[in-house]
């Protein structure tokens, strides 16, 4: 089945720094969403973006299909930032299957 | 629009009972998808319905169902609890309006989870 890779695994800023979250998927998709979880175990729906750039207030998004990843961009982080980033892919050619979830870029902003 | 709301937020069983979780999407949202997170696995999807059906099914035993009422509310049952089913459950609701025997490709929105402990 697919595989979705997320780098790094662990990220740790001090408020202000900007970041760079990766996502690499092995198949083609029709289906790329980015989350972040809160301490509390919410997941937050940040981009819908199979393909494309999106930006919204400080984040911003690019996947680029063809070559099978997608960024996710954070910049001048603040503590609330914090948390799990989960990106999650759909598979075109695997009928049944649902939301594939990389394993997650956990980040710390401190003040 | 309200969100996604998932009862209860906390559960704590013993093995071998049987629990009910509950998800109601959001308004005008006809696609259910379930999924459970655990440290050691991570995010799994357990089953989608839509419109009442079972659309899409994740590789779980058959402890686990589901069902979806008429007005997209839909209901997760786990018997015979076992030690390794605590985590944390998660609904997601959207639109729904993917191909038909795939999983829809728009949007889901996640609900809060309900932490589900075995002891």
């Known amino acids: 089945g697919i595989q979705v890779e997320q780098s790094p695994p662990d990220l740790i800023l001090q408020e202000g720094a900007n970041s760079t979250l990766r996502c690499n998927f092995s198949d083609s998709v029709n289906n790329l969403q980015w989350f972040h979880q809160n301490p509390w175990g919410q997941l937050i729906n940040l981009f819908y973006i199979p393909s494309g750039t999106k930006q919204n207030g400080r984040l911003s998004a690019t996947t680029v299909a063809t070559e099978r990843y997608s960024l996710l961009y954070i910049s001048s982080s603040q503590t609330t930032d914090s948390g799990v980033y989960f990106c999650a892919v759909e598979p075109t050619n695997q009928a049944g299957t649902a939301l594939i979830f990389g394993k997650g870029t956990t980040l710390s902003v401190s003040s | 629009k309200a969100g996604v709301t998932q009862t209860p937020r906390y559960l704590i ?102 932490r589900l402990t075995v002891l």
């Open chain 2, 13 to 114: 069983k013993t093995r071998g009972q049987q629990v009910t979780l509950s998800c109601s999407p959001i308004s005008g949202h006809r696609s259910v998808s379930w999924y459970q997170q655990t440290p050691g696995q991570g995010l799994q999807f357990l089953f989608e319905y839509f419109s009442e059906t079972q659309r899409n099914k994740g590789n779980f035993p058959g402890r686990f169902s589901g069902r979806q009422f008429s007005n997209s509310r839909s209901e997760m049952n786990v018997s015979t609890l076992e030690l390794g089913d605590s985590a944390l459950y998660l609904c997601a609701s959207s639109l729904g309006l993917g191909l038909a025997g795939t999983l829809n490709t728009d949007t889901q929105y996640f609900g809060p989870g309900t």
